[in-house]
């Protein structure tokens, strides 16, 4: 009970930043509005979704996934901040369990990327998106993308403690995470991509994850080659999740412990 109230606590102490420095929302809130403007409106008259259906629904659905791995920049960055300012060596000082203190800038960027869930719904349906699916269908995309994002998150988390330097871990998260984005089939389908390319998109975890959101959305999914990650995008997407969180969240424990 004590370390679920120290994470709230420095979770909360993460949050109070934002209304001081505002600009720490940017990044996260900007993005996915650039993507769904650029790609609905100069690309989207180019682009057509195999077997029918509107683009605009296709693309949004699939930013929802893009928008997952966006918080990877944003706490990897904080996390090294927090290292070279010396903030971790004055919270290594308390009496509180060593684990909370990154538990806690996790949650807070979950928390931020709700708010980034948010701009996209209205970004969406400003250019026609609108989820097909019921109402558990929609609930349950919703969950799969913060689960998703959790996992995410802690790559972000152990980035940040391994390079420890602000400048460094930017550019490795978007090394990262714009091949991720564009070798997917987050804006476009994978059908059409050369063979070699096609195949690791198709084994893209972010192309999984968004072909589950169009799937639960009830989005236009275009023509799903048959590979088991897409045939099944729901149970990939929560195999990567629960993956990914086994790996680094002992990783970044680890880490943290050793600095």
């Known amino acids: 009970m004590n370390t679920v109230l120290e994470i709230r606590l420095l979770a909360g102490r993460s949050l109070r930043h934002i209304p001081r420095i505002p600009e720490k929302l940017f990044g996260g809130l900007l993005m996915p509005i650039v993507f769904v403007l650029l790609f609905a409106y100069v ?49 290594r000082a308390l009496p509180i369990a060593r684990a909370s203190v990154i538990a806690g800038r996790t949650i807070a960027e979950l928390v931020e990327l709700c708010a980034g869930l948010v701009v996209v719904v209205i970004c969406g349906l400003i250019v026609g998106w609108a989820p097909h699916g019921t109402i558990l269908e929609t609930l349950a995309a919703f969950a799969l993308l913060i689960v998703t994002a959790f996992g995410v998150t802690w790559v972000g988390v152990w980035i940040g403690l391994m390079v420890r330097d602000p400048d460094g871990a930017d550019g490795i998260a978007l090394s990262i995470i714009f091949p991720l984005m564009f070798l997917s089939g987050i804006f476009v389908p994978v059908e059409g991509l050369p063979d070699g390319l096609r195949q690791v ?42 993956l990914l969180t086994a790996i680094f969240v002992p990783l970044s424990v680890r880490r943290y412990q050793r600095l």
């Open 201 to 242: 998109a198709e084994w893209n975890p972010l192309t999984a994850l968004a072909t589950a959101c169009r799937e639960l959305f009830g989005s236009p999914t275009g023509d799903v080659p048959d590979v088991w990650p897409l045939q099944h995008p729901v149970l990939a997407s929560l195999a990567w999740a629960a």
């Open 43 to 91: 690309f989207g008259s180019a682009i057509a979704v195999p077997g029918g259906g509107d683009y605009h629904d296709y693309l949004v659905s699939g930013i929802f996934a893009q928008s997952m791995i966006g918080t990877i920049p944003g706490i990897s960055v904080g996390v090294a901040s927090d290292i070279r300012s010396g903030l971790m060596d004055r919270l």
